[in-house]
């Protein structure tokens, strides 16, 4: 059983920036295709960037394009977030999804089979 752990959440002014962090306990032995997912008051969980296992695929969603950035280090299951830019509806639980590899990327919460338990990330002044 994979477990993941996020860190980096905390609170912002708009336009700040925070970096996500995400290990999974099966540092280098698995290949895992590793996503982030956020969860806002009142909203149901929503997809924001993905990375397949060799960091060769990133995709996001159109709210945080150009503003996020999902990386990982080479070779292991440590990934990362980087956020500018942020406005107070990114306010959110952000959870960091992962699943063995497959062959196109999902950002479809129901196909990650491991998940961390979130940071929360609040953007407020």
């Known amino acids: 059983q994979v477990q993941l752990e996020e860190s980096g959440g905390g609170s912002v002014q708009p336009g700040g920036s925070l970096r996500l962090s995400c290990v999974a306990s099966?540092?280098?032995?698995?290949?895992?295709?590793m996503s982030w997912f956020r969860q806002g008051p009142g909203k149901d969980r929503e997809f924001v960037a993905v990375?397949?296992?060799?960091?060769?695929?990133?995709y996001y969603s159109d709210s945080v394009r150009g503003r996020f950035t999902i990386s990982r280090n080479s070779g292991t299951n440590k990934v990362y977030l980087q956020m500018k830019s942020l406005t107070p509806e990114d306010t959110a639980v952000y959870y960091c999804?992962?699943?063995?590899?497959?062959?196109?990327?999902?950002?479809?919460?129901?196909?990650?089979?491991?998940w961390g338990q979130g940071t929360q990330v609040t953007v407020s002044s």
């Open positions: 999804g992962a699943r063995r590899p497959r062959t196109t990327s999902s950002a479809n919460a129901a196909e990650y089979d491991y």
């Open positions: 990375i397949n296992w060799d960091g060769d695929n990133k």
């Open positions: 099966e540092s280098t032995s698995v290949k895992l295709d």
